[in-house]
């Protein structure tokens, strides 16, 4: 079975430029979760999708955006990049809320 | 209070012997655990979780759990020089199911 994908592998944007990340989820899982990671903010959770509904939220302005799809995949927006968005973009999913997530290789996004 | 602690590294270890990594929560109603592996650069993957009280071993690695006491540990036997890594214990929360990561173990096994 594939594993979790996310497109595009790596990013170099501006300041004030928004961002679009896309996240496919593992085929039959339903679940897909967003974070940020950065070496001084570790491993930072944004936001859970299932079923096409926003369940969880982090403490992110409301820069940070997403999306999920009927197919499950899930998409996020940053408005208004800021330098301090430069970070490791990561997406992982399961089964549903309770289950293991697995994570895909990451978006690496460089604000410039 | 973080809702995950992990005991600070870096931790260096000798090849052959065993890496002990520790593992607080402060949500007495959580019931999943995880330990994902990150190699720099990469993205983490999961080598672990359990759910009960107690020891699960795959391999060489033993995780134990202790509800009471809010204390999740991985012991990895017999280190190899590719268990260097950086070491993320991830708890589920009881209320929202969101899954809290604690800032990660840096450990190096050397040859």
């Known amino acids: 079975k594939a594993g979790v994908t996310q497109t595009p592998r790596y990013l170099i944007k501006t300041r004030g430029q928004q961002v679009t990340l896309s996240c496919s989820p593992i085929s039959g899982h339903r679940s897909v979760s967003w974070y940020q990671q950065t070496p001084g903010q570790g491993l930072q959770f944004l936001f859970e999708?299932?079923?096409?509904?926003?369940?969880n939220k982090g403490n992110f302005p409301g820069r940070f955006s997403g999306r999920q799809f009927s197919n499950s995949r899930s998409e996020m927006n940053v408005s208004t990049l800021e330098l301090g968005d430069s970070a490791l973009y990561l997406c992982?999913?399961?089964?549903?809320?309770?289950?293991?997530?697995?994570f895909g290789p990451g978006t690496r996004l460089t604000v410039l | 209070q973080k809702e995950v602690e992990q005991n600070s590294g870096p931790l260096s270890v000798p090849e052959g012997a065993i890496a002990s990594l520790n593992c607080t929560y402060s949500d007495r109603g959580s019931q999943s655990f995880f330990w994902y592996r990150q190699y720099s650069g990469k993205s983490p993957e999961l080598i672990m979780f359990?759910?009960?009280?107690g020891d699960k071993e795959d391999g060489r690695f033993t995780a134990q759990l202790n509800k009471a006491s809010q204390y999740v540990s991985l012991l990895i036997r017999d280190s190899q020089p590719s268990d260097s890594a950086t070491y993320l214990c991830a708890v589920k929360g009881s209320n929202d199911y969101k899954l809290s990561f604690g800032a990660g173990t840096t450990v190096t096994v050397r040859a």
């Open positions: 999708y299932f079923s096409e509904t926003q369940r």
């Open positions: 992982a999913s399961s089964l549903s809320q309770i289950d293991t997530q697995y």
């Open positions: 359990i759910y009960s009280n």
